[in-house]
């Protein structure tokens, strides 16, 4: 293993809750009601993956740029100030730099979103390499995000990384781009949905999978599946 590819939202940050909120209340703003819930269920997924869940084809067509700009200005102004950190990920970066492995961050989210994330975390220093959906015709379940990952990280192949996620669609994504998956609890998905997923292995937050670095697919000599 040569690199490691992390998703942001949930895996980084606690920011899940904050991006159904924003999601519900842009709905809202369009006439369109929507279950908290139902909406959390589908974070992970960028807005054009996301809407079609709860909006017909045809709205998406007609409407869906400006639902999605003003979700997008909406999440900035009232709901990017209280996202926070997990605890450890800047220590489970420099450990991972420390044995030697490239770092990448691949998320649904905007490039300019990703850029203030590293900010937020305080790792830009850590990061080798970052894609956003400004890189993906299509945001996650679809590989487009991990797949220019890989563009970037070349010459390192796919049997060379594995991705950090909290998603099934994190997992579901990086399979089609031949990468395997490293599942993380709290972003709030059920452990069972990430297995089924087909995560390899399945930690608690980044201070879990810090705590059990010698011991997982990260560590240096690890041979790692998918």
Do not use: N
């Amino acid at each position: 293993m040569k690199a490691v590819i992390f998703d942001i939202d949930g895996t980084l940050l606690d920011s899940v809750d904050l991006h159904a909120a924003a999601w519900v209340e842009a709905f809202g703003h369009f006439g369109v009601t929507v279950k908290p819930a139902d909406v959390r269920g589908q974070i992970g997924k960028g807005g054009d993956q996301l809407m079609p869940v709860f909006l017909p084809e045809e709205r998406v067509e007609r409407e869906g740029e400006t639902i999605e700009a003003y979700r997008s200005d909406l999440f900035k102004r009232d709901y990017l100030p209280r996202v926070k950190p997990f605890p450890a990920v800047r220590e489970l970066f420099a450990r991972i730099r420390a044995d030697g492995h490239t770092i990448a961050l691949a998320s649904s989210g905007k490039r300019s979103e990703v850029e203030h994330y590293q900010e937020i975390l305080g790792i830009a220093d850590l990061v080798d390499v970052a894609t956003s959906s400004d890189d993906a015709d299509r945001s996650k379940p679809h590989p487009d995000i991990f797949q220019a990952a890989l563009r970037k990280l070349a010459p390192l192949k796919a049997r060379d990384m594995l991705v950090v996620g909290d998603t099934p669609y994190d997992a579901e994504a990086a399979r089609k781009a031949g990468l395997p998956t490293l599942g993380v609890l709290c972003g709030g998905f059920p452990e069972a949905e990430l297995s089924e997923a087909g995560c390899i292995a399945i930690y608690r937050d980044p201070q879990d999978l810090l705590d059990g670095y010698d011991a997982s697919p990260l560590a240096r000599g690890h041979a790692v599946s998918g």
